[in-house]
C-alpha cells in the first residue's frame, strides 16, 4: 500500500504561482513514477504532468508545459508541481498519483491515462482568480 498526501494548493490569482507537494509513505522502499493530474466538476479527470522513479524524465501536458515543472525529491518522498503563470482555466482538484507496477523509461511519455497508475492522493484544491 501506498499512501499519498498533496497539500499547497490554495487561492492565487492569475498570474500567479504556487507550489504543490506531495508525500508519499508506505510502500516506500524503492522509487516509482509519479503524476500529478486535475479535475474540474463534471469533466474527467486530466493528465498534468508525470515523472520517472528516478526523476531523470518528466513531461507534461501541452497546456502547461511552459508554465509548470515536476520535480521530485527522492530522500523525502515527494513529488512536487510548480506552478506559474496560473489562468483561471488552470482550477481544479490536483490529484497526485503513484505507479507500482513494472514501468519503462522510455515509455514514460505515454502514462496520461488514470488507468496507468496504482495509487492516488486525495486531492488539493487550486482556485485561480482572474
Known amino acids: 500500500q501506498v499512501q499519498l498526501v498533496e497539500s499547497g494548493g490554495g487561492l492565487v490569482q492569475a498570474g500567479g504561482s504556487l507550489r504543490l507537494s506531495c508525500a508519499a509513505s508506505?510502500?516506500?522502499?524503492?522509487?516509482?513514477?509519479m503524476g500529478w493530474f486535475r479535475q474540474d466538476p463534471g469533466k474527467e479527470r486530466e493528465f498534468v504532468a508525470n515523472i520517472d522513479k528516478s526523476g531523470d524524465r518528466a513531461y507534461c501536458a501541452d497546456s502547461v508545459v511552459d508554465r509548470f515543472t515536476i520535480s521530485r525529491d527522492s530522500a523525502k518522498n515527494t513529488v512536487y508541481l510548480q506552478m506559474s503563470s496560473l489562468k483561471p482555466e488552470d482550477t481544479a482538484v490536483y490529484y497526485c498519483?503513484?505507479?507500482?507496477?513494472?514501468?519503462?523509461?522510455?515509455?514514460?511519455?505515454?502514462?496520461?491515462?488514470?488507468?496507468?497508475?496504482?495509487?492516488w492522493g486525495q486531492g488539493t484544491q487550486v482556485t485561480v482568480s482572474s
Open positions: 508506505g510502500r516506500t522502499s524503492g522509487n516509482y513514477a
Open positions: 498519483a503513484a505507479r507500482i507496477r513494472s514501468t519503462s523509461y522510455n515509455d514514460m511519455y505515454t502514462y496520461k491515462s488514470t488507468r496507468d497508475y496504482d495509487y
